[in-house]
Antibody
Framework: EVQLVESGGGLVKPGGSLRLSCAASGFTFSSYSMNWVRQAPGKGLEWVSS????????YYADSVKGRFTISRDNAKNSLYLQMNSLRAEDTAVYYCARDLKGPQTTWGQGTLVTVSS | QSALTQPPSASGSPGQSVTISCTGTSSDVGGYNYVSWYQQHPGKAPKLMIY???KRPSGVPDRFSGSKSGNTASLTVSGLQAEDEADYYC????????????FGTGTKVTVL
């Protein structure tokens, strides 16, 4: 069974840092591009970042560029999101998602990040 | 990176049809046949309902259909059922220049 499990969320103060992880299982992780998508409380979905299967191509939304870093470790079947200089508006459930283009799209259950003093 | 535009709400009685629009630009919806639609129930992760404009993943009922004309994509839910009440989001690939994907603003579908 294909599974994505996020972890690392929590409460952090403005200006602080947090590292999210996404553990993948049930498929050949190294063959797929991966993404982070977030959803602020009561709001819609917002694409955050994408990374290609071999990490050759990386993209960020303007709202997080320069503050967030996406990475992956194919040997560990894991995706990461390093979040620095966090702001209140970064408060959201963060989902990792496999391949947002086609039938293989799969989402994790999400991890909540709360930025508050 | 503007979100794709969806109506905030749509509704229909059981058995009726509802159509949700998703308007973008030639740089996203109009430029690629990589439009997806997601269903999201409260507190749950999004579920893929349509990919590549009009294709249904295995297990999604054929009551769900998608189409696209120019910069606007549409999702139609026919034969509405109570369990179809949810939020629906479109998304589109947007190329590799600056950003990759863009999501719609979301539509709340209510089954009356």
């Amino acid at each position: 069974e294909v599974q994505l499990v996020e972890s690392g969320g929590g409460l952090v103060k403005p200006g602080g840092s947090l590292r999210l992880s996404c553990a993948a299982s049930g498929f050949t992780f190294s063959s797929y591009s991966m993404n982070w998508v977030r959803q602020a409380p009561g709001k819609g979905l917002e694409w955050v970042s994408s990374i290609s299967s071999s990490s050759s191509y990386i993209y960020y939304a303007d709202s997080v560029k320069g503050r967030f870093t996406i990475s992956r470790d194919n040997a560990k079947n894991s995706l990461y999101l390093q979040m620095n200089s966090l702001r209140a508006e970064d408060t959201a459930v963060y989902y990792c998602a496999r391949d947002l283009k086609g039938p293989q799209t799969t989402w994790g259950q999400g991890t909540l990040v709360t930025v508050s003093s | 990176q503007s979100a794709l535009t969806q109506p905030p709400s749509a509704s229909g009685s059981p058995g009726q049809s509802v159509t949700i629009s998703c308007t973008g630009t030639s740089s996203d919806v109009g430029g690629y046949n990589y439009v997806s639609w997601y269903q999201q129930h409260p507190g749950k992760a999004p579920k893929l309902m349509i990919y590549e404009v009009s294709k249904r993943p295995s297990g999604v009922p054929d009551r769900f259909s998608g189409s696209k004309s120019g910069n606007t994509a549409s999702l139609t839910v026919s034969g509405l059922q109570a369990e179809d009440e949810a939020d629906y989001y479109c998304s589109s690939y947007a190329g590799s220049n600056n950003f990759n994907y863009v999501f719609g603003t979301g539509t709340k579908v209510t089954v009356l």
